[in-house]
């Protein structure tokens, strides 16, 4: 013979009655009738929690994408910072006067001057610019003397109306 299976509910007896006295039904329910409010009782359960969940956790993650971009803002100002700016620089040598932009390099390296393929060194004591090809020491380097050194803001003007 075959055992018969007791159904399992999800509320306990006294969630149930108060079910029922909330449904204000005077009969008995049915077993079936009882997993069914059961089903529903605990689908809306459910649902607030999911709501309140959300709702809950709505101003944590507003906090915390405040946070990203707060964060983000100061390693981007920092690291404005500390990049080397360009500058425009005018200097002339026998009778012709060049204007190009000087990019300092980074920690100490030497700069460049981005109209040229030559490194360039900028001896500011002395209003100074030595451009040097590659493989070349500082002896060998052309010679140019420095007019006016402009910064940042003039540089960029310069290379927008420079550009075609």
């Given amino acids: 013979m075959a055992k018969k299976i007791k159904k399992a509910s999800l509320l306990s007896e006294a969630d149930k009655q108060k079910l029922l006295k909330k449904a204000g039904n005077k009969k008995p329910l049915t077993q079936t009738q009882a997993i069914a409010s059961?089903?529903?009782a605990t689908r809306t359960v459910s649902s607030a929690s999911s709501r309140l969940a959300s709702q809950q956790q709505s101003p944590a993650s507003t906090g915390k994408n405040t946070r990203i971009?707060?964060?983000?803002?100061?390693?981007?100002?920092?690291?404005?910072?500390m990049a080397p700016k360009p500058q425009l620089l005018e200097y002339?040598?026998?009778g012709l006067s060049t204007q190009s932009i000087y990019m300092p390099g980074w920690f100490g390296q030497e700069g460049t001057i981005l109209d040229t393929n030559q490194r360039a060194v900028l001896a500011e004591q002395e209003q100074t610019l030595y451009l040097c090809f590659e493989g070349q020491s500082n002896e060998q380097c052309a010679k140019y003397q420095l007019r006016q050194q402009q910064g940042f803001i003039a540089a960029a003007v310069f290379w927008l109306s420079s550009r075609p």
């Fill in 38 to 40: 059961t089903v529903t």
């Fill in 69 to 81: 971009w707060l964060g983000i803002t100061v390693v981007l100002c920092a690291v404005f910072i």
């Fill in 92 to 94: 002339h040598s026998a």
